[in-house]
């Protein structure tokens, strides 16, 4: 309860203090340089369309996992949906898809490998050529952080969405076109 007092206290006192104030000139140039706020951000302004780095920076590319589960949640489906309308606006890109797991239990490489195939699973579903893609577990291999907490954990519960511009040795396709 005291710390509730202050933290409303504290910021009365800065509204009281602030409420004089009429030049906000040194504000708006501090929070906006070149006077505007939808300029490209400093190293990204040469990212090309359609490029791997538009990929990352506009639909993102990791999906996570409950515990122990490959089920997609409304937050994936939606990250999915946004990667899907990409990729198939650029159908020169292949997928790696890189399945992670970092729960209890002896099945690591097997759940990562579903929550692989759960994802490449619904990219075909919205339109995503099944001959673009392929997916493979990895497990607990290539932790995103090692950690006993669970909030670290949870970020290890993921699929990755990589872009290729060949297929690799985990990819059927691979060895199927004789490496």
């Not at 890109?93 to 994802?119: E, F, I």
């Amino acid at each position: 309860m005291r710390t509730i007092l202050l933290t409303i206290t504290t910021f009365a006192l800065l509204g009281l203090a602030t409420a004089g104030c009429t030049n906000t000139s040194r504000l708006s140039e501090s929070m906006a340089p070149g006077g505007a706020t939808d300029e490209p951000a400093a190293g990204f302004a040469n990212v090309r369309s359609g490029s791997e780095e538009d990929f990352i920076m506009t639909v993102g590319r990791r999906v996570y996992f409950s515990s122990g589960s490959d089920e997609l949640n409304d937050v994936s489906r939606e990250t999915l949906d946004l990667q899907a309308r990409w990729l198939n606006q650029h159908p020169s890109w292949l997928v790696k898809l890189q399945g992670y797991a970092d729960d209890p239990g002896g099945s690591n490489v097997k759940l990562s490998d579903k929550r692989a195939n759960t994802v490449m699973a619904y990219l075909a579903s919205r339109g995503v050529s099944p001959q673009r893609m392929w997916a493979k577990g990895y497990g607990k291999e290539r932790q995103v952080r090692r950690c006993p907490d669970i909030s670290c954990k949870a970020q290890n519960r993921r699929v990755v969405v990589n872009l290729r511009k060949k297929f690799d040795a985990a990819a059927p396709q691979f060895a199927k076109a004789g490496g």
